[in-house]
Nanobody, 123 residues
Framework: QVQLVESGGGLVQAGGSLRLSCAAS????????MGWFRQAPGKEREFVAS????????YYADSVKGRFTISRDNTKNMVYLQMNSPRPEDTAVYYC????????????????WGQGTQVTVSS
């Protein structure tokens, strides 16, 4: 089992930067693929970025590619989402998730979720 706690959300100006962190506990973390998803009011949860268990393979939604970077530190049981040049449309609750599966882009494939952290981007 994996427990996930996100932090680092808040208010940021468009064009600034913000780093989200996800602290994981549980002995299966280092074997889990990790992902970031987001959900804006009135919208469905959507994929943002994911990283495989070793950290060598990453995936990004087209809307954040080139602006956001996902990384992980298995020695610290941490996953990060560096958000550069955020836009008002990036405003959402951001969730960290863990999966033992191989499809890292689909939220239904994830087994464990954090409680979410709010990110608000002002124009």
């Amino acid at each position: 089992q994996v427990q996930l706690v996100e932090s680092g959300g808040g208010l940021v100006q468009a064009g600034g930067s913000l780093r989200l962190s996800c602290a994981a506990s549980g002995r299966t973390f280092s074997n889990s693929g990790m992902g970031w998803f987001r959900q804006a009011p009135g919208k469905e949860r959507e994929f943002v970025a994911s990283i495989n268990w070793r950290g060598g393979t990453t995936y990004y939604a087209d809307s954040v590619k080139g602006r956001f970077t996902i990384s992980r530190d298995n020695t610290k049981n941490m996953v990060y989402l560096q958000m550069n040049s955020p836009r008002p449309e990036d405003t959402a609750v951001y969730y960290c998730a863990a999966t033992s599966g191989s499809n890292l882009r689909v939220h239904n494939n994830y087994d464990y979720w954090g409680q979410g952290t709010q990110v608000t981007v002002s124009s």
